[in-house]
């Protein structure tokens, strides 16, 4: 039975759920050292984490059980997804549950900044009386720049809107439209945000590009008296920088949420800084953000361990599980052509594959399906667990291209999947469709049309067309007790004697001898063996046991 670990605080309703779930072992563990999380998800196919875990590379290395992560929260940068995509592993989160609150906390630093309401607070209980200390400031009427207008960003904004702000925002991917709808006036750069603003809230992921975003430059380029808020990841606004502007009376005040090393340092200079508001990582803690991302994140496990569903995928493509039940078929045949073309003769290497879909297949997520045929052509080669995950990466690793494309005009098949591997020697390129909703068929081999079973043991020579050929191979294949279950013939045109390809779908492997027997004969050009898993097998991944 699938077993989900649960190494961090969950709300008691995503526990529920998880309990409840038939088909599913939960082991609650919190406080584990490092190296008991690492022995823990040796038994575990899921693990379900928030900020607290740090899912390195050390830990994930070699974990061959574990199929899922899921991060009850939006951040994954605890979680290394590289490593995790190097080991098959489907990392997931559960973006919107906690919008609204770390919005409103965002909000809430603006307004206790401006007004002064944690030094105030500390000043009364130290028996004091300071109402002329503690003037502050209005925001209404003040420009509010935002940089990340992802849902976070955008929920700030309508909040700021609410009290009366102008708002001024950059998001590289947030349409000019978009932004027009929701009154945020969108600029190019984040410098046409940052030197106009009287507040500058951040909203972005942390990447190589955000951090340190507002660094010392950008701060002396500001307004004096802005006030920053970071509500989003430690480091966007550079810490050292910042208590260096505060100080310096440029930046009048800053409200953060976040730090580069969480817990905070209790000598940070960030604590010692009047005017720096501090909060320990509070933005999603309401107990509505912590019920919907708990019940979310144990949503996503079951569906993903249950029934294969891949919902916020942040390292593969987003999937339903009535999509994937969809889909199935079409991964399936993806896997089996990359499986046969990997043990298809070459030399000099693997160099690229290009896929193509034609016609109804072109409609569906071919980006899954190219990652099936990944796994299948690496299957072979790797001892390493190859997955429809994993699959793409590692070809990238190695030097190997993969790229697709599509037209959703019918050919002669109503749907039809072709692949072509270069390799160091040669080109090869096979093609397959499905009958109904069950048989897949190789309908191409190179450029001998025919119609092969997809499964199973096969038998296939490139030969010249010449009569009592056929006759031999069965004879030398009857010797050695290899009883042939099916056979299809391609050739290129319809003149006897020319060059053709035969594969014999055989019930038994046939011996080097038997083998050598047949590529012997002066007519046959090549004799490859190919091994596909049987008519109906599952895909490895998706087996209930995987
Ligand atoms: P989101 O993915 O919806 O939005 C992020 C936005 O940032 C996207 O629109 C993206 O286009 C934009 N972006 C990326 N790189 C950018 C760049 N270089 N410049 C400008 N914009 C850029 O994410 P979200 O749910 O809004 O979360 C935003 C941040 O808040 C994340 O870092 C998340 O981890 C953090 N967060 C913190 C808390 C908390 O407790 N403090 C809670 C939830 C989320
Ligand atoms: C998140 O990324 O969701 C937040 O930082 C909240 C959390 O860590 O739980």
């Given at each position: 039975?699938?077993?989900?670990?649960?190494?961090?605080?969950?709300?008691?309703?995503?526990?529920?759920?998880?309990?409840?779930?038939?088909?599913?072992?939960?082991?609650?563990?919190?406080?584990?050292?490092?190296?008991?999380?690492?022995?823990?998800?040796?038994?575990?196919?899921?693990?379900?984490?928030?900020?607290?875990?740090?899912?390195?590379?050390?830990?994930?290395?070699?974990?061959?059980?574990?199929?899922?992560?899921?991060?009850?929260?939006?951040?994954?940068?605890?979680?290394?997804?590289?490593?995790?995509?190097?080991?098959?592993?489907?990392?997931?989160?559960?973006?919107?549950?906690?919008?609204?609150?770390?919005?409103?906390?965002?909000?809430?630093?603006?307004?206790?900044?401006?007004?002064?309401?944690?030094?105030?607070?500390?000043?009364?209980?130290?028996?004091?009386?300071?109402?002329?200390?503690?003037?502050?400031?209005?925001?209404?009427?003040?420009?509010?720049?935002?940089?990340?207008?992802?849902?976070?960003?955008?929920?700030?904004?309508?909040?700021?809107?609410?009290?009366?702000?102008?708002?001024?925002?950059?998001?590289?991917?947030?349409?000019?439209?978009?932004?027009?709808?929701?009154?945020?006036?969108?600029?190019?750069?984040?410098?046409?945000?940052?030197?106009?603003?009287?507040?500058?809230?951040?909203?972005?992921?942390?990447?190589?590009?955000?951090?340190?975003?507002?660094?010392?430059?950008?701060?002396?380029?500001?307004?004096?008296?802005?006030?920053?808020?970071?509500?989003?990841?430690?480091?966007?606004?550079?810490?050292?920088?910042?208590?260096?502007?505060?100080?310096?009376?440029?930046?009048?005040?800053?409200?953060?949420?976040?730090?580069?090393?969480?817990?905070?340092?209790?000598?940070?200079?960030?604590?010692?800084?009047?005017?720096?508001?501090?909060?320990?990582?509070?933005?999603?803690?309401?107990?509505?953000?912590?019920?919907?991302?708990?019940?979310?994140?144990?949503?996503?496990?079951?569906?993903?361990?249950?029934?294969?569903?891949?919902?916020?995928?942040?390292?593969?493509?987003?999937?339903?599980?009535?999509?994937?039940?969809?889909?199935?078929?079409?991964?399936?045949?993806?896997?089996r052509?990359?499986l046969l073309?990997a043990q298809q003769?070459?030399?000099?290497?693997?160099?690229?594959?290009?896929?193509?879909?034609?016609?109804?297949?072109?409609?569906?997520?071919?980006?899954?399906?190219?990652?099936?045929?990944?796994?299948g052509?690496?299957t072979a080669?790797?001892?390493?667990?190859?997955?429809?995950?994993?699959?793409?990466?590692?070809?990238?690793?190695?030097?190997?291209?993969?790229?697709?494309?599509?037209?959703?005009?019918?050919?002669?098949?109503?749907?039809?999947?072709?692949?072509?591997?270069?390799?160091?020697?040669?080109?090869?390129?096979?093609?397959?469709?499905?009958?109904?909703?069950?048989?897949?068929?190789?309908?191409?081999?190179?450029?001998?049309?025919?119609?092969?079973?997809l499964d199973g043991m096969l038998l296939i020579?490139?030969?010249?067309?010449?009569?009592?050929?056929?006759?031999?191979?069965?004879?030398?294949?009857?010797?050695?007790?290899?009883?042939?279950?099916?056979?299809?013939?391609?050739?290129?045109?319809?003149?006897?004697?020319?060059?053709?390809?035969?594969?014999?779908n055989i019930d038994s492997e046939p011996?080097?001898?038997?083998?050598?027997?047949?590529?012997?004969?002066?007519?046959?050009?090549?004799?490859e063996l190919v091994r596909l898993p049987p008519?109906?097998a599952?895909?490895?991944?998706?087996?209930?046991?995987?």
């Amino acid at each position: 039975m699938p077993r989900v670990l649960v190494t961090d605080k969950l709300s008691p309703a995503g526990l529920k759920i998880l309990e409840d779930a038939e088909g599913i072992e939960l082991d609650v563990r919190s406080g584990l050292s490092p190296e008991e999380v690492r022995e823990a998800l040796r038994e575990a196919d899921g693990i379900i984490i928030r900020s607290g875990t740090k899912l390195t590379a050390e830990l994930l290395e070699g974990q061959t059980r574990l199929k899922a992560i899921v991060r009850a929260g939006v951040g994954v940068d605890n979680i290394d997804r590289d490593a995790a995509t190097r080991e098959g592993i489907v990392v997931m989160n559960t973006p919107a549950g906690n919008t609204i609150s770390t919005a409103e906390h965002a909000v809430t630093l603006m307004l206790s900044l401006s007004r002064n309401i944690g030094p105030a607070h500390s000043s009364m209980q130290q028996g004091k009386w300071e109402r002329g200390k503690f003037t502050g400031s209005q925001v209404a009427g003040k420009t509010l720049g935002i940089i990340g207008l992802g849902r976070i960003g955008q929920s700030v904004a309508q909040r700021a809107l609410g009290f009366e702000m102008q708002v001024v925002g950059y998001d590289p991917f947030m349409s000019p439209e978009r932004a027009a709808d929701l009154g945020i006036k969108l600029v190019d750069t984040v410098d046409e945000v940052t030197t106009v603003c009287d507040y500058l809230t951040v909203h972005t992921p942390l990447t190589d590009e955000t951090r340190n975003l507002i660094n010392a430059e950008r701060m002396k380029n500001m307004k004096p008296g802005v006030r920053l808020i970071n509500c989003a990841r430690g480091g966007i606004i550079n810490e050292e920088d910042l208590v260096e502007a505060v100080n310096a009376g440029h930046v009048a005040g800053a409200a953060l949420d976040v730090y580069v090393n969480e817990p905070l340092d209790p000598e940070s200079p960030l604590l010692k800084t009047p005017n720096i508001l501090c909060t320990p990582h509070l933005g999603a803690s309401t107990d509505e953000a912590q019920e919907l991302v708990a019940e979310e994140a144990a949503d996503i496990m079951i569906g993903y361990l249950i029934n294969k569903e891949v919902r916020h995928a942040v390292n593969m493509v987003p999937v339903s599980g009535a999509e994937m039940e969809d889909l199935k078929l079409y991964l399936d045949l993806g896997y089996r052509l990359g499986l046969l073309l990997a043990q298809q003769g070459h030399k000099g290497g693997l160099k690229s594959a290009q896929l193509h879909y034609r016609g109804e297949v072109a409609t569906k997520k071919t980006g899954l399906i190219t990652s099936s045929f990944a796994a299948g052509l690496l299957t072979a080669a790797m001892d390493d667990n190859v997955n429809i995950v994993n699959a793409e990466m590692m070809a990238r690793e190695r030097g190997i291209e993969i790229t697709e494309s599509k037209s959703a005009e019918h050919g002669a098949f109503s749907t039809m999947i072709s692949a072509t591997l270069v390799t160091g020697d040669r080109e090869l390129t096979a093609s397959g469709t499905m009958f109904g909703h069950d048989f897949l068929r190789l309908v191409r081999l190179e450029n001998f049309p025919m119609e092969a079973y997809l499964d199973g043991m096969l038998l296939i020579y490139r030969h010249r067309d010449v009569p009592g050929l056929i006759g031999f191979i069965g004879t030398v294949l009857g010797k050695y007790s290899v009883n042939i279950a099916n056979m299809a013939l391609g050739r290129c045109s319809d003149q006897p004697g020319g060059d053709s390809v035969a594969v014999l779908n055989i019930d038994s492997e046939p011996s080097a001898e038997a083998l050598q027997e047949i590529a012997d004969h002066a007519e046959v050009t090549g004799v490859e063996l190919v091994r596909l898993p049987p008519a109906g097998a599952p895909l490895p991944w998706m087996a209930s046991d995987a």
